[in-house]
T-cell receptor
């Protein structure tokens, strides 16, 4: 049973524009949410996180928004750069056990 | 480079066989986690070890087992392999038990 869902398998965005990645979850016990980024032939790399007690966390070009009532998480990347082209995984945690979504492949066009 | 190493990179074997995947965590990390990523699926948490002791268990099959050795490297043993076990297996590590984990490049297992 997929507790974390990324319904968009892919996203194409022009360089300099905003990328918005979405994630939905079903388990209300999740207390921490993360985004990981993955390049081909490499493992996922931690990008940004947010605690369930917050609704926004910002780190440079990356901002994560959490809407607990809707059980929805989003990642905004502004501005998008060619090096952002990768697979992005949403993850949620309860007592440090991570559940991952299936990933969204982002392609940044020049 | 995350500092987590996994061997082998690729493994091809037959149904019914047994394989061992190896993981060396980052220097200083005491926790090791194992994940399975099947085709078009997210990573599924299998098991966590902390300083040699099993700390948490996820959806790990009884045919699978793991251990962490005194030098902190870990091995994931998969036995009586089935076609559905074909997947990418990732190892991750962290200093303590943490949500922010450092992942290795994975081992791609193909069961024919």
């Amino acid at each position: 049973d997929q507790q974390v869902k990324q319904n968009s398998p892919s996203l194409s965005v022009q360089e300099g524009r905003i990328s918005i990645l979405n994630c939905d979850y079903t388990n209300s016990m999740f207390d921490y949410f993360l985004w990981y980024k993955k390049y081909p032939a490499e493992g996922p790399t931690f990008l940004i996180s947010i605690s369930s007690i917050k609704d926004k966390n910002e780190d440079g070009r990356f901002t994560v928004f959490l809407n607990k009532s809707a059980k929805h998480l989003s990642l905004h990347i502004v501005p998008s750069q060619p090096g952002d082209s990768a697979v992005y995984f949403c993850a949620a945690s309860v007592r440090y056990k991570l559940s991952f979504g299936a990933g969204t492949t982002v392609t940044v066009r020049a | 480079d995350s500092g987590v190493t996994q061997t082998p990179k690729h493994l091809i074997t037959a149904t019914g066989q047994r394989v061992t995947l190896r993981c060396s965590p980052r220097s200083g990390d005491l926790s090791v986690y194992w994940y399975q990523q099947s085709l078009d699926q997210g990573l599924q948490f299998l098991i966590q070890y902390y300083n040699g002791e099993e700390r948490a268990k996820g959806n790990i099959l009884e045919r699978f087992s793991a251990q962490q050795f005194p030098d902190l490297h870990s091995e994931l043993n998969l036995s009586s392999l089935e076609l559905g076990d074909s997947a990418l297996y990732f190892c991750a590590s962290s200093v303590t038990t943490s949500n922010e984990q450092f992942f290795g490049p994975g081992t791609r297992l193909t069961v024919l």
